[in-house]
């Protein structure tokens, strides 16, 4: 497959708005050669790297393309880089309705917010949850995400200074990557969320929860973003693997040996 071809299937799906335009989506390094073999990842870390190179990737899917070193590295790797953030965080059933959706909840509702001047929608999920316990959230998380390997899930909850000893939650705010950050808390205040859920927690947040009464949990950033990364995967092998194509090769890449 050529680049041209792979970059209008992979924008079908994505489907980046113009909106988001302001952070960039799209080809950041062309493939050296046509494409028969793609790898998706969150991250372009060693692990992803190797594992990259032992398949024969040609073509690599980052969803934190601007990290440090990502044009070096893909560059010795001799792939391509296609490189997708928010819009792929944001798109129907993208990063953040996956994760979202771990937690089995059906009665929810996409939020916004503003990000450096920008109206950004379903940056984040409200879910209805009818009365959960904080346990509830970590069983789910445990037992959905337990084949990414190790993982640790941490609990901020100062909601019970400011409300008693209320220990249930109704109105809870889920989104991926560091989405735990006073500039959004206090966006969404006026839908009074009982708990926030995301892979982090920006630096000042804990202290920023503690003075607002908020609770919090966090549980990784890849372990935010990796289930929607898989399906992201899934979808575009189904893509790239229409009759009348050459066969395609797909493969979502972990961070880390899982």
């Known amino acids: 497959m050529r680049n041209e071809d792979l970059v209008a299937v992979i924008d079908s799906i994505i489907r980046p708005s113009k909106k988001l335009e302001f952070e960039g989506n799209g ?6 050669k046509d494409i028969t073999k793609i790898g998706v990842c969150v991250d372009l870390t060693d692990h992803v790297a190797a594992e990259a190179k032992r398949l024969g990737i040609d073509q690599m899917v980052v969803h934190h393309y601007f990290a440090d070193g990502v044009i070096e590295k893909a560059s010795s790797m001799s792939t391509g880089l296609y490189g997708s953030h928010l819009p792929l965080d944001t798109m129907p059933d993208g990063l953040i309705d996956s994760f979202a959706s771990v937690f089995g909840v059906n009665c929810t509702a996409p939020v916004s917010v503003n990000y450096k001047g920008h109206e950004i929608g379903n940056a984040a999920v409200l879910l209805r949850v ?3 316990n904080i346990g509830y959230f970590f069983d789910r998380v445990m037992s959905e995400l337990s084949h990414l390997g190790s ?11 400011l409300h008693g000893n209320q220990r249930r939650f109704e109105r809870v705010i889920v989104s991926a990557g560091t989405f735990i950050r006073p500039e959004f808390m206090q966006q969404l205040q006026e839908l009074d969320p009982h708990l926030y859920i995301a892979g982090n927690a920006g630096s000042d947040s804990e202290e920023y929860a503690r003075s607002n009464g908020i609770a919090f949990m966090t549980i990784g950033d890849f372990e935010s973003h990796a289930v929607g990364m898989q399906r992201f995967a899934d979808r575009l092998r189904s893509a790239v693997n229409r009759p009348g194509m050459d066969k395609m090769r797909v493969y979502f890449i972990p961070n880390y040996k899982t």
């Open 27 to 32: 080809v950041i390094r062309p493939a050296e």
């Open 151 to 161: 993982l640790s899930a941490k609990v901020v909850n100062y909601r019970q200074r």
């Open 130 to 132: 009818g009365g959960k």
